[in-house]
T-cell receptor, first 109, second 114 residues
Protein backbone atom coordinates (compact mmCIF):
# COMPACT_ATOMS: atom_id res chain seq x y z
CA UNK A 1 0.00 0.00 0.00
CA UNK A 2 0.90 3.65 -0.08
CA UNK A 3 1.31 5.69 3.06
CA UNK A 4 3.03 8.65 4.63
CA UNK A 5 3.81 9.01 8.30
CA UNK A 6 4.42 12.27 10.12
CA UNK A 7 3.97 13.33 13.74
CA UNK A 8 0.51 14.57 14.61
CA UNK A 9 1.62 17.50 16.76
CA UNK A 10 4.75 19.48 17.52
CA UNK A 11 5.14 22.34 19.98
CA UNK A 12 8.01 24.83 20.00
CA UNK A 13 8.77 28.30 21.28
CA UNK A 14 9.19 31.44 19.26
CA UNK A 15 12.69 31.78 17.83
CA UNK A 16 13.45 28.08 18.08
CA UNK A 17 14.10 25.51 15.36
CA UNK A 18 11.73 22.64 14.70
CA UNK A 19 12.00 19.60 12.44
CA UNK A 20 8.98 17.76 11.09
CA UNK A 21 9.75 14.29 9.77
CA UNK A 22 7.99 12.36 7.06
CA UNK A 23 8.50 8.76 6.04
CA UNK A 24 6.76 7.39 3.01
CA UNK A 25 5.93 4.19 1.22
CA UNK A 26 4.66 4.62 -2.32
CA UNK A 27 4.66 2.76 -5.60
CA UNK A 28 6.66 5.08 -7.81
CA UNK A 29 8.18 8.27 -6.51
CA UNK A 30 8.83 11.58 -8.21
CA UNK A 31 9.41 13.89 -5.28
CA UNK A 32 8.41 15.03 -1.82
CA UNK A 33 6.59 18.28 -1.22
CA UNK A 34 5.61 20.23 1.87
CA UNK A 35 2.52 22.35 2.33
CA UNK A 36 1.42 24.73 5.04
CA UNK A 37 -2.21 25.17 5.96
CA UNK A 38 -3.56 27.66 8.46
CA UNK A 39 -6.92 26.95 10.08
CA UNK A 40 -9.68 27.78 7.62
CA UNK A 41 -7.24 28.37 4.79
CA UNK A 42 -6.10 26.51 1.73
CA UNK A 43 -2.83 24.58 1.62
CA UNK A 44 0.08 26.61 0.30
CA UNK A 45 3.18 25.15 -1.28
CA UNK A 46 6.41 25.44 0.71
CA UNK A 47 9.07 23.26 -0.89
CA UNK A 48 9.83 20.34 -3.14
CA UNK A 49 12.62 17.78 -3.22
CA UNK A 50 13.12 15.45 -6.14
CA UNK A 51 16.74 14.61 -5.39
CA UNK A 52 18.56 13.73 -2.19
CA UNK A 53 19.78 16.64 -0.16
CA UNK A 54 18.74 19.88 1.39
CA UNK A 55 16.71 22.63 -0.25
CA UNK A 56 16.64 26.00 1.47
CA UNK A 57 14.00 28.66 1.05
CA UNK A 58 14.40 31.45 3.55
CA UNK A 59 13.62 30.23 7.06
CA UNK A 60 12.36 26.91 5.72
CA UNK A 61 14.50 24.02 4.54
CA UNK A 62 13.52 20.61 3.33
CA UNK A 63 15.54 17.43 3.12
CA UNK A 64 15.10 14.20 1.22
CA UNK A 65 16.75 10.80 1.39
CA UNK A 66 15.30 8.59 -1.32
CA UNK A 67 17.19 5.53 -0.12
CA UNK A 68 15.60 5.89 3.32
CA UNK A 69 12.18 7.00 1.99
CA UNK A 70 12.48 9.85 4.43
CA UNK A 71 12.33 13.60 4.43
CA UNK A 72 11.92 16.46 6.82
CA UNK A 73 10.92 20.09 6.94
CA UNK A 74 13.08 22.36 9.05
CA UNK A 75 11.66 25.63 10.28
CA UNK A 76 14.10 28.12 11.76
CA UNK A 77 13.58 31.30 13.76
CA UNK A 78 10.04 30.26 14.51
CA UNK A 79 7.40 32.96 14.52
CA UNK A 80 3.90 32.89 15.94
CA UNK A 81 2.51 33.00 12.40
CA UNK A 82 4.16 29.64 11.71
CA UNK A 83 1.51 27.97 13.87
CA UNK A 84 -0.30 25.87 11.29
CA UNK A 85 -0.60 22.36 9.95
CA UNK A 86 2.18 21.04 7.76
CA UNK A 87 1.62 18.26 5.24
CA UNK A 88 4.16 16.21 3.38
CA UNK A 89 3.02 14.90 0.01
CA UNK A 90 4.43 12.55 -2.58
CA UNK A 91 3.47 11.98 -6.14
CA UNK A 92 3.17 8.35 -7.05
CA UNK A 93 2.49 6.86 -10.43
CA UNK A 94 0.26 8.73 -12.83
CA UNK A 95 -0.10 12.00 -10.92
CA UNK A 96 -1.56 10.20 -7.95
CA UNK A 97 -0.81 12.64 -5.17
CA UNK A 98 -0.79 11.36 -1.61
CA UNK A 99 -0.74 13.61 1.42
CA UNK A 100 0.33 12.77 4.93
CA UNK A 101 -2.09 13.27 7.79
CA UNK A 102 -0.46 16.52 8.74
CA UNK A 103 1.54 17.83 11.66
CA UNK A 104 -0.03 20.53 13.74
CA UNK A 105 2.67 22.99 14.84
CA UNK A 106 2.00 25.19 17.82
CA UNK A 107 4.44 28.04 18.38
CA UNK A 108 4.38 29.46 21.87
CA UNK A 109 5.72 32.86 22.94
CA UNK B 1 1.63 30.84 -9.66
CA UNK B 2 -2.08 30.57 -10.32
CA UNK B 3 -5.09 32.25 -8.78
CA UNK B 4 -7.99 29.88 -8.22
CA UNK B 5 -11.53 30.68 -7.20
CA UNK B 6 -14.26 28.31 -6.12
CA UNK B 7 -18.00 28.65 -5.91
CA UNK B 8 -19.80 28.30 -3.61
CA UNK B 9 -17.53 28.95 -0.66
CA UNK B 10 -19.89 27.02 1.56
CA UNK B 11 -23.29 25.40 1.45
CA UNK B 12 -25.68 23.47 3.64
CA UNK B 13 -27.60 20.82 1.75
CA UNK B 14 -30.22 18.21 2.43
CA UNK B 15 -29.42 14.54 2.07
CA UNK B 16 -30.32 13.07 -1.28
CA UNK B 17 -29.66 16.28 -3.18
CA UNK B 18 -26.69 17.18 -5.36
CA UNK B 19 -24.31 20.12 -5.34
CA UNK B 20 -22.06 21.31 -8.14
CA UNK B 21 -18.84 23.06 -7.17
CA UNK B 22 -17.13 25.32 -9.67
CA UNK B 23 -13.40 25.93 -9.97
CA UNK B 24 -12.01 28.77 -12.08
CA UNK B 25 -8.30 29.36 -12.77
CA UNK B 26 -6.80 32.60 -14.03
CA UNK B 27 -4.55 30.83 -16.53
CA UNK B 28 -4.75 27.83 -18.81
CA UNK B 29 -3.70 24.61 -17.13
CA UNK B 30 -3.57 21.06 -18.36
CA UNK B 31 -4.42 19.22 -15.20
CA UNK B 32 -6.83 20.07 -12.43
CA UNK B 33 -7.33 18.07 -9.28
CA UNK B 34 -10.19 17.68 -6.86
CA UNK B 35 -9.56 16.89 -3.20
CA UNK B 36 -11.65 16.27 -0.14
CA UNK B 37 -10.55 17.29 3.33
CA UNK B 38 -12.37 16.63 6.56
CA UNK B 39 -11.71 19.46 9.06
CA UNK B 40 -8.43 18.78 10.79
CA UNK B 41 -7.65 15.86 8.53
CA UNK B 42 -5.50 15.14 5.52
CA UNK B 43 -6.30 15.84 1.90
CA UNK B 44 -7.60 12.94 -0.16
CA UNK B 45 -7.41 13.10 -3.93
CA UNK B 46 -10.77 12.41 -5.54
CA UNK B 47 -9.88 12.66 -9.21
CA UNK B 48 -7.70 14.27 -11.82
CA UNK B 49 -9.41 16.21 -14.60
CA UNK B 50 -7.79 16.80 -17.97
CA UNK B 51 -9.43 18.94 -20.60
CA UNK B 52 -10.97 16.88 -23.36
CA UNK B 53 -10.82 13.53 -21.60
CA UNK B 54 -12.60 11.61 -18.89
CA UNK B 55 -11.52 12.30 -15.34
CA UNK B 56 -9.35 9.73 -13.62
CA UNK B 57 -10.75 8.68 -10.25
CA UNK B 58 -8.82 7.44 -7.26
CA UNK B 59 -9.68 4.27 -5.46
CA UNK B 60 -12.87 4.67 -3.49
CA UNK B 61 -14.33 7.39 -5.68
CA UNK B 62 -16.65 6.76 -8.62
CA UNK B 63 -17.97 8.88 -11.44
CA UNK B 64 -21.62 8.30 -10.57
CA UNK B 65 -21.09 9.85 -7.15
CA UNK B 66 -18.60 12.58 -8.16
CA UNK B 67 -19.11 13.48 -11.82
CA UNK B 68 -16.56 15.98 -13.09
CA UNK B 69 -16.63 18.25 -16.09
CA UNK B 70 -13.65 19.97 -17.67
CA UNK B 71 -14.98 21.97 -20.62
CA UNK B 72 -11.89 24.14 -21.12
CA UNK B 73 -8.40 24.81 -19.79
CA UNK B 74 -9.49 27.25 -17.08
CA UNK B 75 -12.63 25.71 -15.61
CA UNK B 76 -13.87 22.54 -13.97
CA UNK B 77 -16.85 21.40 -11.92
CA UNK B 78 -17.27 18.66 -9.36
CA UNK B 79 -20.74 17.43 -8.50
CA UNK B 80 -21.42 15.65 -5.25
CA UNK B 81 -24.44 13.50 -6.02
CA UNK B 82 -27.11 11.98 -3.80
CA UNK B 83 -25.46 13.48 -0.76
CA UNK B 84 -25.36 11.96 2.69
CA UNK B 85 -23.98 13.41 5.94
CA UNK B 86 -20.77 11.46 5.28
CA UNK B 87 -20.12 13.79 2.33
CA UNK B 88 -19.80 16.74 4.68
CA UNK B 89 -16.30 17.98 4.05
CA UNK B 90 -14.22 20.68 2.45
CA UNK B 91 -13.74 20.21 -1.28
CA UNK B 92 -10.70 21.80 -2.90
CA UNK B 93 -9.55 22.09 -6.45
CA UNK B 94 -5.93 22.52 -7.35
CA UNK B 95 -3.65 22.93 -10.34
CA UNK B 96 0.02 22.23 -10.81
CA UNK B 97 2.70 24.68 -11.80
CA UNK B 98 5.26 23.74 -14.42
CA UNK B 99 7.07 21.82 -11.72
CA UNK B 100 5.78 18.47 -10.60
CA UNK B 101 4.32 18.31 -7.14
CA UNK B 102 3.89 22.07 -6.77
CA UNK B 103 0.19 22.57 -6.49
CA UNK B 104 -1.87 25.70 -6.05
CA UNK B 105 -5.13 25.26 -4.22
CA UNK B 106 -8.41 27.05 -4.39
CA UNK B 107 -9.96 28.39 -1.18
CA UNK B 108 -12.22 25.36 -0.83
CA UNK B 109 -15.94 24.72 -0.59
CA UNK B 110 -17.22 23.81 2.85
CA UNK B 111 -20.14 21.42 2.44
CA UNK B 112 -22.47 20.40 5.24
CA UNK B 113 -25.09 17.75 4.55
CA UNK B 114 -27.98 17.46 6.97
Amino acid sequence: GQSLEQPSEVTAVEGAIVQINCTYQTSGFYGLSWYQQHDGGAPTFLSYNALDGLEETGRFSSFLSRSDSYGYLLLQELQMKDSASYFCAVEGQGFSFIFGKGTRLLVKP
Amino acid sequence: SAVISQKPSRDICQRGTSLTIQCQVDSQVTMMFWYRQQPGQSLTLIATANQGSEATYESGFVIDKFPISRPNLTFSTLTVSNMSPEDSSIYLCSVTSGRRNEQFFGPGTRLTVL
